[in-house]
């Protein structure tokens, strides 16, 4: 087959899927979340049996990256948040999610350079910094699009955990999972496209916030991401950058806004 006919292959293998997980988010969000957890499980194995099935190396390997995207939702969703505190329960999800991450790395044989776990050059250090430096702008955008209420304290006792756990459990653990692992995968799948693509699938995995502004300014906050890590070969800044903006957003901005 040609290129253009294996990109057109690949393509049409991955669309459904990202249609399957709209729909699934869409279930969940506005009808019932039991039956959008059924939905997001029968996406899930078919994802599983998909990569395991296909003799195509490189789609396998992003069929089987995109099986952390039902796997964070139903964890989300039958986690029981009345027996933990809200940041602390972010914490608990970020567990099986990094052992999954990090056991298809293995699986694969992938190295860390491979998922972008390496450290900028001192070259790229200016798009590091202008990156975590947006995050305040962009976590102040964000809750005026939202309006969370004030969950801790703005004390520095009160803080230092909830940032640590946004920082490790938010930043680091969707920014190795979204841009280090799926957009390996993506980009050697379907290349530029690629970040199209993982960039709508973590918009739409904020569907439930019931905002389509969110949404959206999802999809472009990832699509940047995406670029910055394609360019300097590291997730740290655009993990600091998310980190901070889930603070600014849940932390910071409630007590002055």
Known sequence: ??????????????????????????????????????FHAVILFALFIHSALTTDKALSGLLMALIIVP???????????????????????????????????????????????????????????????AAVPVGIAEYHILKPGIIVELSFEALLMPVVIMILCTGFLEELGFRGLMQYHATRTMGFYGIVFVSAVF?????????????????????????VVRKTGSIFGVTISHGLINIVLFLIAPHFF
């Open 1 to 38: 087959m040609t290129d253009k006919t294996v990109f057109w292959h690949r393509f049409f293998i991955s669309f459904p899927y990202l249609i399957a997980i709209t729909c699934a988010e869409l279930m969940t969000s506005y009808y019932y979340a039991r039956y959008g957890i059924a």
């Open 71 to 133: 796997l964070i939702r139903i964890l989300s969703l039958s986690t029981p948040i009345a027996q933990f505190h809200y940041i602390h329960w972010f914490a608990v999800i970020s567990i099986p999610v990094f052992i999954a991450i990090f056991a298809c790395m293995y699986i694969q044989h992938l190295k860390s350079r491979d998922v972008a776990l390496a450290l900028p050059e001192l070259k790229y250090l200016h798009i590091e910094l202008a990156t975590i430096l």
């Open 203 to 227: 918009g739409v995995l904020h569907v439930g916030n019931l905002s389509v502004l969110d949404v959206l300014l999802a999809f472009s906050i990832s699509f940047v991401f995406s670029l």
